[in-house]
Nanobody, 126 residues
Framework: QVQLVESGGGLVQAGGSLRLSCEASGRTFSSNAMGWFRQVPGKERGFVAAINWSAGRTYYSESVKGRFTISRDNAKNTVYLQMNSLKPEDSAIYYC???????????????????WGQGTQVTVSS
């Protein structure tokens, strides 16, 4: 297991930007893909983006492709989510998560992630 702590959420106007960070503790961060998910009340937690262990490949949901960028710094045990051109429908609690299998490409299936942060609220006003 690894401990994950998100930060960077907040209130922003539509069209604005936010950068989320997720800092991991533990020695297994750099060998696992990482993902970002989001959830609104009454809905399931949905996939946003993922990045493989080496940061060589990234994956995005169609709804954020071209607006969000996931990155990671293994030396800092941190994964980031840069969110640009934000829309009110992006409002949610954002969670980072660690993909359960080491040295593997990630999936968009939340059940394949074994460690989760506490979440950070993002609110986009119209």
């Amino acid at each position: 297991q690894v401990q994950l702590v998100e930060s960077g959420g907040g209130l922003v106007q539509a069209g604005g930007s936010l950068r989320l960070s997720c800092e991991a503790s533990g020695r297994t961060f750099s060998s696992n893909a990482m993902g970002w998910f989001r959830q609104v009340p009454g809905k399931e937690r949905g996939f946003v983006a993922a990045i493989n262990w080496s940061a060589g490949r990234t994956y995005y949901s169609e709804s954020v492709k071209g607006r969000f960028t996931i990155s990671r710094d293994n030396a800092k045990n941190t994964v980031y989510l840069q969110m640009n051109s934000l829309k009110p429908e992006d409002s949610a609690i954002y969670y980072c998560a660690r993909f359960s299998a080491s040295w593997s490409a990630p999936s968009s299936d939340r059940y394949e992630y074994d460690s989760w942060g506490q979440g950070t609220q993002v609110t986009v006003s119209s």
